[in-house]
């Protein structure tokens, strides 16, 4: 009955962007924590980014910070990742999910409700 869906995703070469967004039905979006994961073929799934569900407080992954924007829409349900200066080392599958540390730390995890995902795939 939950239901995730990303989209955006695509083939682009380095130095290009791509707008990511995840459409959510079937829980409570609004108060929710909601991060973007995303894994590489052979590695493990690893958290880009973490929003609050008010978006007071954002949190990202090293190797995207200064290229990267989490955004939510609660009154659409749905999340978004503006994904700018795209490198080769961001191609992976990437998922949108709840996230188990409401406060968005610099650690956070999944919950339960992983969506299909999309893929991203930059060329250099």
């Known amino acids: 009955q939950v239901q995730v869906v990303e989209s955006g995703g695509g083939l682009v070469q380095a130095g290009g962007s791509l707008r990511l967004s995840c459409t959510v039905s079937g829980l409570t979006f609004s108060a929710l924590a909601m991060g973007w994961f995303r894994q590489a073929p052979g590695k493990e799934r690893d958290g880009v980014s973490c929003?609050?569900?008010?978006?007071?407080?954002?949190t990202y992954a090293d190797s995207v910070k200064g290229r990267f924007t989490i955004s939510r829409d609660n009154a659409k349900n749905t999340l978004y990742l503006q994904m700018n200066s795209l490198e080769p080392e961001d191609t992976a599958m990437y998922y949108c999910?709840?996230?188990?540390?409401?406060?968005?730390?610099?650690?956070?995890?999944?919950?339960?409700?992983w969506g299909q995902g999309t893929q991203v795939t930059v060329s250099s």
């Open positions: 999910a709840s996230v188990r540390e409401s406060w968005c730390g610099s650690l956070f995890h999944a919950h339960n409700y």
């Open positions: 929003i609050t569900w008010n978006g007071e407080t954002t």
